[in-house]
């Protein structure tokens, strides 16, 4: 009997027979009230004071009821109660200003962040710490922050305009918020933020066609309905989204960035790199080549590259050349490429309803001495990027040059920021990437059939161990992911952060981002 | 003389049915929407009602009752009304209604046969001679209330949360209508509009009301002190036909209230709830203000009988039922209701107004007082328009011995608008 009945009220249907009954209801009343109020007694002479009596009843009950309203409708103009409901109305099902939060999707539509049962202010948040910094929390006591707080007017719903809120007080008010989708794909950075095993670092992976973030993480990570440990933790500080507010010199990841500034001019020398390194002005340090380290630790002697050109410098990331190369170009010339993959820019990553997500703007050094040009060209010096802005030109170099804005919207429409390199430029520097995998210093995510290219970067920091880089992009004929991985204090780039990045490129590949069609005719 | 009026109520209560029997099953519906499950529970009370309707007819036919058909009609909507919010407040929660929350209706409607039966027709008379044997009734209930109360809520029950001081009111209604009845004259006497009863009726009249009204500052009941006291002054301008007394009655009321709030401090605190309701918003403003809340939830049209979350309100099956109505029937079904009250208490004013007979008619005045007052600070309590006096909504309210209380109440009522008298 009972199975009989829910398979003729399917949901939906009752809701129909629900908001039928509900206006019978009220017409029947009315006519009920109609009804007993015309059903009179004969007419007779009455004393006044019966009739008066009468109407101070029905007066006062006016009279309150003239009150109520006050509450009842027009609630939304008394701010005090307006902030109690906001915190203690345990409604679900809510007006305007306490509507439910609209959902957060990834790209596929899978929950991000979703309204939960019994309060307002309670959201759901299915992967937790792995996602938190994109996401943001939203938390009575906390506040909001990033895209929830981006997103705020559309998720909230929030009536703003006096005519929408006429309606809404005589009709039905608005249910739930709007939702966001994400271009985040949520299996991508729960992965990338297991990889990175609570270590401080950070990843972006992103599509270089059209600028989508697929992951962007940032560990350690923090449980969004309980911001509280994480605000008070200074030390991990993992209330601090790595990707795209940490400030790192690029190390050698930056030498992308050189050689393709020297391209970009047709220069392509080739220059001594002996052993003793090279001397970029008087009173300054020797930059030498990272194998002349480690020589000397294995006690053994470093007889130096030689001479060679910038495709051998690059496989072997060869510091001696590239402060040479950065040496020899001018200021200018460096300054504007460095300004066309957006260094100095705080890239807007999020265009949300309530304000735009912006990544942090990198130190741009000064370039009018030699040793400063030299020391910009491995990654060194004044020079900090976020991983965000690495990520953006390993996907210049991967899209023949063309760099779009990296984008979390899914709703945003693809937009091209700028041509820093030419596209001989990119193919030249995307097989020059191609070597460094193959028998350079990234040969440990040369993985079959992915045509991975690659820059890793280990940049130096006083006091403490290398931040360990690995930016790359795969496949070599028609890039379609770029992975950017970083490792605060995690030493060698080819140590810490390419296995990192190995892992992904395998899970991307998994997923279907990178196509199999393309790869199996190379 | 007059045209018989039996077909007539038979028509209003099918209406009034169709009204109920649609709310029981939204409110059936909405629970299948959020639970799947259709529970038939609800149908008892139903039926309940259903019986009540078409015996309420034939007895009252039995009886010759001649009386004010609409007035019996809105008593039964809104016992509906109440019985629906009942069954959605208490029902759905244990998956069936408890027996506990069954009981009253039934008694309720034999209490108003019975209160229809003593003052209907000519069958009345020797209540005019009850006055004293009902002024120590009440006294003894208070009595009993000392010793036997126990302290629930800011109200005092006795063992099984049964509250006897409800039938204080009618008691000292009688008492006051039978006292009233003989002084008519002394009463009307004024000078400069300003009332001046002779001496002696004045002492009399001021040392009877010390005693009970003692008693209830003793059992800490506000809310009795106020509804006695309003429905003395509603009394005394009936019987006067002089309005000063309403004057002196909103002066005394005032004064009452700031000396009352020097006395007790529960007091105190709900004149403090009532004008700063956020000072304290999660402790003492808490349950006016999820009461609002409840309402401002509900808006223009409502959630839908079964469909809002009343369960938030504290005591809503009571004190605040009002406020779980509003929710789910909206500002719209508010004003139907409030009109239904309205109706209520003009027609049974106005059912005095026609008795010829001076103890009758001020016991009628008396009674359709205590519907009004009550409703007035019910309502007026649940949306904050004056401070909080822990008094039910009459028919709505299903407090148990307040609902048979109240409808003994608009038996009597009933009764006495019989037009054969």
Same mark, same amino acid.
């Given at each position: 009997?009972?199975?009989?009945?829910?398979?003729?009220?399917?949901?939906?249907?009752?809701?129909?027979? +629900?908001?039928?009954?509900?206006?019978?209801?009220?017409?029947?009343?009315?006519?009920?009230?109609?009804?007993?109020?015309?059903?009179?007694?004969?007419? $007779?002479?009455?004393? =006044?004071?019966?009739?008066?009596?009468?109407?101070?009843?029905?007066?006062?009950?006016?009279?309150?009821?003239?009150?109520?309203?006050?509450? $009842?409708?027009?609630?939304?103009?008394?701010?005090?109660?307006?902030?109690?409901?906001?915190?203690?109305?345990?409604?679900?099902?809510?007006?305007?200003?306490?509507?439910?939060?609209?959902?957060?999707?990834?790209?596929?539509?899978?929950?991000?962040?979703?309204? $939960?049962?019994? &309060?307002?202010?309670?959201?759901?948040?299915?992967? &937790?710490? *792995?996602?938190?910094?994109? +996401?943001?929390?939203?938390?009575?006591?906390?506040?909001?922050?990033?895209?929830?707080?981006?997103?705020?007017?559309?998720?909230?719903?929030?009536?703003?305009?006096?005519?929408?809120?006429?309606?809404?007080?005589?009709?039905?008010?608005?249910?739930?918020?709007?939702?966001?989708?994400?271009?985040?794909?949520?299996?991508?950075?729960?992965?990338?933020?297991?990889?990175?095993?609570?270590?401080?670092?950070?990843?972006?992976?992103?599509? %270089?066609?059209?600028?989508?973030?697929?992951?962007?993480?940032?560990?350690?990570?923090?449980?969004?309905?309980?911001?509280?440990?994480?605000?008070?933790?200074?030390?991990?500080?993992?209330?601090?989204?790595?990707?795209?507010?940490?400030?790192?010199?690029?190390?050698?990841?930056?030498?992308?960035?050189?050689?393709?500034?020297?391209?970009?001019?047709?220069?392509?020398?080739?220059?001594?790199?002996?052993?003793?390194?090279?001397?970029?002005?008087?009173?300054?340090?020797?930059?030498?080549?990272?194998?002349?380290?480690?020589?000397?630790?294995?006690?053994?002697?470093?007889?130096?590259?030689?001479?060679?050109?910038?495709?051998?410098?690059?496989?072997?990331?060869?510091?001696?050349? =590239?402060?040479?190369?950065?040496?020899?170009?001018?200021?200018?010339?460096?300054?504007?490429?460095? $300004?066309?993959?957006?260094?100095?820019?705080?890239?807007?990553?999020?265009?949300?309803?309530?304000?735009?997500?912006?990544?942090?703007?990198?130190?741009?050094?000064?370039?009018?001495?030699?040793?400063?040009?030299?020391?910009?060209?491995?990654?060194?010096?004044?020079?900090?990027?976020?991983?965000?802005?690495?990520?953006?030109?390993?996907?210049?170099?991967?899209?023949?040059?063309?760099?779009?804005?990296?984008?979390?919207?899914?709703?945003?429409?693809?937009?091209?920021?700028?041509?820093?390199?030419?596209? *001989?430029?990119?193919?030249?520097?995307?097989?020059?990437?191609?070597?460094?995998?193959?028998?350079?210093?990234?040969?440990?995510?040369?993985?079959?059939?992915?045509?991975?290219?690659?820059?890793?970067?280990?940049?130096?920091?006083?006091?403490?161990?290398?931040?360990?880089?690995?930016?790359?992009?795969? %496949?070599?004929?028609?890039?379609?992911?770029?992975?950017?991985?970083?490792?605060?204090?995690?030493?060698?780039?080819?140590?810490?952060?390419?296995?990192?990045?190995?892992?992904?490129?395998?899970?991307?590949?998994?997923?279907?981002?990178?196509?199999?069609?393309?790869?199996?005719?190379? | 003389? @007059?045209?018989?009026?039996?077909?007539? /109520?038979?028509?209003?209560?099918?209406?009034?049915?169709?009204?109920?029997?649609?709310?029981?099953?939204?409110?059936?519906?909405?629970?299948?929407?959020?639970?799947?499950?259709?529970?038939?529970?609800?149908? @008892?009370?139903?039926?309940?009602?259903?019986?009540?309707?078409?015996?309420?007819?034939?007895?009252?036919?039995?009886?010759?009752?001649?009386?004010?058909?609409?007035?019996?009609?809105?008593?039964?909507?809104?016992?509906?009304?109440?019985?629906?919010?009942?069954?959605? /407040?208490?029902?759905?929660?244990?998956?069936?209604?408890?027996?506990?929350?069954?009981?009253?209706?039934?008694?309720?409607?034999?209490?108003? /046969?019975?209160?229809?039966?003593?003052?209907?027709?000519?069958?009345?008379?020797? @209540?005019?001679?009850?006055?004293?044997?009902?002024?120590?009734?009440?006294?003894?209930?208070?009595?009993?209330?000392?010793?036997?109360?126990?302290?629930?809520?800011?109200?005092?029950?006795?063992?099984?949360?049964?509250?006897?001081?409800?039938?204080?009111?009618?008691?000292?209604?009688?008492?006051?209508?039978?006292?009233?009845?003989?002084?008519?004259?002394?009463?009307?006497?004024?000078? @400069? #509009?300003?009332?001046?009863?002779?001496?002696?009726?004045?002492?009399?009249?001021?040392?009877?009301?010390?005693?009970?009204?003692?008693?209830?500052?003793?059992?800490?009941?506000?809310?009795?002190?106020?509804?006695?006291?309003?429905?003395?002054?509603?009394?005394?301008?009936?019987?006067?036909?002089?309005?000063?007394?309403?004057?002196?009655?909103?002066?005394?009321?005032?004064?009452? #209230?700031?000396?009352?709030?020097?006395?007790?401090?529960?007091?105190?605190?709900?004149?403090?709830?009532?004008?700063?309701?956020?000072?304290?918003?999660?402790?003492?403003?808490?349950?006016?203000?999820?009461?609002?809340?409840?309402?401002?939830?509900?808006?223009?049209?409502?959630?839908?009988?079964?469909?809002?979350?009343?369960?938030?309100?504290?005591?809503?099956?009571?004190?605040?039922?009002?406020?779980?109505?509003?929710?789910?029937?909206?500002?719209?079904?508010?004003?139907?209701?409030?009109?239904?009250?309205?109706?209520?208490?003009?027609?049974?004013?106005?059912?005095?107004?026609?008795?010829?007979?001076?103890?009758?008619?001020?016991?009628?005045?008396?009674?359709?007082?205590?519907?009004?007052?009550?409703?007035?600070?019910?309502?007026?309590?649940?949306?904050?328009? /004056?401070?909080?006096?822990?008094?039910?909504?009459?028919?709505?309210?299903?407090?148990?011995?307040?609902?048979?209380?109240?409808?003994?109440?608009?038996?009597?009522?009933?009764?006495?608008?019989?037009?054969?008298?």
């Amino acid at each position: 009997m009972a199975e009989w009945v829910n398979q003729i009220l399917k949901v939906d249907f009752s809701i129909h027979i +629900l908001l039928i009954l509900k206006v019978l209801f009220l017409i029947v009343l009315f006519w009920a009230v109609l009804a007993l109020f015309g059903s009179s007694l004969p007419k $007779q002479k009455m004393k =006044f004071n019966y009739v008066l009596l009468g109407w101070i009843f029905c007066g006062s009950l006016f009279a309150v009821l003239a009150y109520q309203s006050t509450w $009842q409708l027009g609630g939304m103009a008394r701010p005090e109660f307006m902030k109690f409901m906001r915190t203690y109305n345990r409604r679900e099902n809510a007006a305007s200003q306490q509507s439910l939060r609209g959902p957060i999707f990834d790209r596929r539509g899978m929950v991000l962040a979703a309204p $939960q049962a019994g &309060s307002i202010w309670k959201r759901r948040y299915p992967l &937790s710490e *792995a996602a938190v910094h994109p +996401l943001g929390y939203y938390n009575f006591r906390y506040g909001i922050t990033a895209v929830e707080r981006a997103s705020e007017s559309l998720l909230s719903g929030l009536i703003q305009d006096p005519e929408s809120l006429a309606k809404s007080i005589l009709l039905k008010r608005a249910e739930q918020g709007g939702s966001v989708n994400l271009t985040l794909d949520s299996r991508l950075q729960k992965r990338a933020y297991d990889l990175l095993r609570k270590r401080r670092g950070a990843v972006v992976i992103m599509n %270089p066609g059209n600028g989508e973030l697929l992951a962007l993480v940032s560990s350690p990570g923090f449980n969004p309905q309980n911001p509280a440990p994480a605000l008070r933790d200074f030390k991990g500080k993992p209330i601090f989204n790595r990707a795209v507010q940490g400030r790192y010199p690029p190390g050698s990841t930056f030498k992308i960035v050189i050689a393709g500034a020297a391209l970009n001019n047709g220069v392509s020398p080739t220059y001594n790199c002996p052993p003793g390194g090279y001397i970029a002005g008087t009173g300054h340090k020797t930059i030498r080549d990272s194998e002349y380290y480690s020589a000397q630790r294995k006690e053994g002697t470093w007889r130096g590259w030689g001479k060679i050109n910038m495709k051998e410098a690059m496989t072997h990331s060869s510091n001696v050349y =590239f402060s040479q190369l950065g040496a020899a170009c001018t200021g200018e010339q460096l300054a504007k490429v460095m $300004q066309s993959v957006q260094i100095d820019q705080e890239i807007c990553y999020f265009n949300g309803s309530s304000g735009d997500l912006k990544c942090v703007a990198g130190g741009m050094p000064k370039l009018n001495s030699r040793w400063d040009r030299a020391q910009c060209a491995i990654g060194q010096g004044d020079l900090l990027v976020s991983p965000l802005h690495v990520a953006c030109f390993t996907a210049a170099a991967a899209n023949r040059g063309g760099l779009f804005a990296p984008k979390l919207n899914l709703q945003t429409p693809v937009q091209e920021l700028s041509q820093p390199f030419t596209a *001989a430029t990119a193919y030249t520097l995307k097989v020059m990437l191609r070597e460094v995998v193959k028998r350079g210093t990234g040969q440990g995510i040369d993985l079959d059939g992915l045509d991975v290219c690659g820059k890793t970067g280990t940049a130096e920091v006083s006091g403490a161990k290398d931040h360990s880089w690995f930016t790359c992009f795969a %496949p070599l004929s028609k890039p379609e992911i770029v992975v950017t991985v970083l490792i605060e204090n995690g030493g060698y780039g080819a140590a810490a952060a390419l296995p990192v990045a190995k892992e992904l490129l395998l899970e991307a590949d998994k997923l279907g981002y990178i196509k199999k069609s393309r790869r199996k005719r190379k | 003389m @007059i045209k018989k009026k039996g077909t007539s /109520l038979f028509r209003l209560l099918m209406l009034v049915w169709l009204v109920v029997a649609l709310a029981c099953g939204m409110a059936v519906l909405s629970n299948f929407q959020t639970t799947q499950k259709l529970p038939w529970e609800p149908l @008892i009370p139903l039926i309940i009602f259903s019986v009540a309707i078409p015996t309420t007819v034939i007895w009252l036919k039995m009886l010759g009752w001649q009386g004010d058909s609409g007035f019996v009609g809105i008593v039964f909507l809104l016992c509906g009304l109440g019985l629906v919010t009942q069954i959605r /407040l208490s029902g759905f929660e244990d998956g069936l209604v408890s027996p506990k929350a069954l009981l009253p209706l039934p008694i309720g409607f034999f209490a108003f /046969l019975v209160g229809v039966t003593f003052t209907g027709g000519r069958r009345g008379k020797w @209540i005019s001679s009850a006055g004293w044997p009902a002024y120590f009734a009440a006294l003894a209930v208070i009595a009993v209330m000392l010793i036997f109360g126990r302290h629930y809520r800011g109200g005092i029950y006795l063992p099984g949360l049964i509250n006897p001081s409800e039938l204080i009111k009618p008691l000292l209604v009688l008492f006051m209508a039978a006292f009233l009845a003989n002084r008519a004259k002394a009463f009307s006497e004024t000078q @400069i #509009g300003i009332p001046t009863p002779p001496l002696s009726s004045m002492v009399q009249l001021i040392f009877l009301w010390a005693i009970p009204m003692a008693g209830t500052l003793l059992l800490k009941d506000l809310g009795l002190m106020v509804i006695l006291n309003a429905i003395l002054i509603v009394m005394l301008f009936a019987v006067s036909r002089r309005s000063g007394y309403l004057a002196l009655g909103c002066v005394a009321v005032t004064a009452a #209230g700031y000396g009352v709030q020097i006395i007790s401090s529960n007091a105190r605190d709900r004149f403090a709830v009532w004008l700063h309701p956020f000072a304290d918003a999660t402790g003492k403003g808490w349950q006016v203000l999820q009461s609002l809340s409840a309402m401002y939830s509900g808006g223009m049209w409502g959630a839908g009988i079964g469909a809002g979350d009343p369960r938030f309100v504290p005591i809503a099956s009571s004190d605040f039922v009002y406020a779980a109505l509003a929710e789910e029937i909206g500002f719209i079904g508010c004003i139907l209701v409030l009109c239904l009250y309205a109706i209520l208490f003009v027609r049974g004013f106005r059912a005095a107004g026609l008795i010829k007979a001076p103890f009758e008619r001020l016991f009628c005045v008396g009674l359709t007082a205590t519907l009004a007052v009550q409703t007035v600070f019910n309502i007026a309590g649940v949306t904050k328009a /004056l401070p909080m006096t822990g008094i039910t909504l009459p028919l709505i309210s299903h407090g148990g011995s307040s609902l048979i209380v109240t409808l003994l109440v608009t038996g009597l009522i009933t009764g006495l608008s019989d037009t054969r008298r």
